[in-house]
């Protein structure tokens, strides 16, 4: 049987763990909150990184930039706010590496010249930046439901709850952000 202590910490919210870290600095607060969304932060790295020692690696970083980041910035939702400091801290070292590789070409050593691999993936981190700075623009409600809907996997009775709009709004907001994306998606293209 647990201790009572170990199961009040256990029932503490996010938001009361991000206050006490806001008033102590304490590393431990920060940890526990931190690995109840560990899985979710190592999932995205893979996802971005495609290495699951990088993607540790980036783990690693990504709690480091909390300790630095959480004091300046008022975060309401902390899940969310971590998913997406995740995703930019994959993104930026993606494209840190692209910046820092110089190979020399050498022909002899080439097996194929088919390069169309190559441009899949370029192609599709291109797709993932339009797309990015395509829901920028979205009108906040519609980019605030669509966040939610695809990239946290809320359903619409979930964001109604986080947003206390109503259900047939959350609806058409998601309908028309996703009609506004593939609309802007197109026109970037």
Request: hydrophobic share 35%; net charge negative; glycine share 2%.
């Amino acid at each position: 049987m647990l201790p009572i202590k170990h199961i009040e910490q256990a029932q503490e919210t996010d938001e009361a763990l991000l206050q006490q870290f806001k008033r102590s600095f304490d590393q431990d607060i920060l940890a526990r909150l931190f690995m109840r969304y560990y899985e979710l932060v190592y999932g995205t790295c893979l996802k971005y990184l495609k290495d699951g020692e990088t993607a540790k690696d980036a783990v690693m970083n990504i709690y480091e930039e909390l300790v630095q980041k959480l004091p300046k910035h008022e975060v309401d939702n902390f899940k969310s706010w971590l998913y997406v400091l995740s995703k930019n801290h994959c993104l930026m070292q993606l494209r840190a590496g692209k910046k820092m590789i110089t190979v020399e070409f050498q022909p002899t050593l080439m097996q194929s010249d088919d390069f169309a691999h190559l441009d899949t993936i370029l192609d599709r981190e291109q797709d993932f930046i339009k797309l990015e700075n395509c829901v920028e623009q979205l009108p906040e409600e519609q980019k605030q439901s669509i966040q939610l809907f695809y990239l946290e996997n809320k359903c619409y009775n979930e964001i109604v709850t986080i947003t206390g709009m109503e259900w047939n709004k959350v609806r058409s907001l998601i309908q028309n952000g996703r009609r506004n994306l593939k609309i802007c998606m197109e026109t970037n293209a």
